[in-house]
């Protein structure tokens, strides 16, 4: 697969930052909505993160190959939002060392299981990209996979991943914002419209405009992981739509047809998701 290189029109690239930090904006759930939740919508399942970094090295994928062929032997590879390691994992035939940056201390506990069952030495930092850059150590390759869309200085947040790579940065992130999956379900549940907007051309946009020598490649291939119980999708679901659990066979009936049984696990169909890469330029 070749990058495609071709220039964003005028429109996408002027004012690229606001615009994106402004379209995220449009994302946050309405206040009502939100103080009525009885459980936090924004807590991801550890169980589903470790299930992706335990396959992710099944299969090598487009960002992985990208990420590895700039990975010196024994090298250095930095995970920004790292979870349980499903993006920088299945480096660790080459890599020599891991350091994972990560909010939660029960993602950083099982990246750091899954490099020493893999046998590597780990380093982790807790805190949110870039508050704790100052406090990361420099990488030969920094890894990004599905954090640009909580990122509203999102040229702030590559410039840093920038200096902290002596090679490259390889990022992943969906074509279109990952909740959007669940925007008929708002409508129905909520009555409430969700935005279509930022993209990942949008994100390409931004990076430009901070100068930076994007390439970028989309493309599809199967994501590994999801729940070994489908009540546990369901749930996963109805806690992003600040619902109550009495309301999860609605929300069973609603997302049934959408989940997948691969390999004993639950997960949802797989969706285009766009590598992008540039040059590192730490020392």
């Not at 009555?191 to 990076?207: E, I, K, S, W």
């Not at 997948?260 to 285009?272: I, M, S, T, V």
Request: hydrophobic share 45%.
């Amino acid at each position: 697969m070749t990058a495609n290189r071709e220039t964003p029109t005028a429109r996408t690239v002027t004012g690229a930052a606001d615009r994106w930090a402004a379209d995220l904006a449009r994302w946050a759930i309405p206040d009502p909505i939100l103080r009525a939740a009885p459980e936090s919508p924004w807590h991801f399942p550890v169980e589903l993160f470790i299930s992706r970094a335990e396959a992710a090295t099944d299969s090598p994928t487009f960002s992985t190959q990208a990420a590895m062929v700039s990975l010196p032997e024994k090298g250095v590879a930095l995970d920004v939002g790292c979870g349980a390691g499903g993006s920088s994992m299945p480096l660790a035939d080459r890599a020599g060392r891991l350091i994972g940056v990560d909010q939660s201390e029960e993602m950083l506990a099982a990246f750091r299981d899954q490099a020493t069952r893999r046998r590597l030495e780990a380093t982790t930092v807790s805190g949110r990209w870039p508050d704790v850059a100052g406090s990361t150590p420099i990488a030969d390759v920094a890894v990004c996979h599905h954090v640009f869309y909580n990122a509203p200085d999102l040229a702030a947040f590559a410039l840093r991943l920038t200096d902290h790579a002596r090679r490259k940065v390889v990022a992943e992130m969906t074509t279109l914002h990952p909740q959007s999956r669940l925007n008929p379900l708002w409508l129905h549940f909520h009555g409430v419209v969700r935005p279509t907007a930022p993209t990942a051309m949008d994100a390409v946009a931004v990076l430009r405009e901070a100068d930076l020598d994007v390439k970028w490649q989309q493309w599809t291939a199967p994501r590994a992981g999801g729940f070994r119980r489908k009540e546990d999708i369901v749930a996963w679901v109805r806690r992003s739509l600040c619902l109550t659990p009495d309301r999860d066979p609605e929300v069973e009936r609603e997302i049934g047809p959408w989940i997948q049984e691969q390999g004993g696990l639950f997960a949802f169909p797989d969706r285009p998701v766009v590598t992008l890469w540039w040059d590192g330029s730490a020392r």
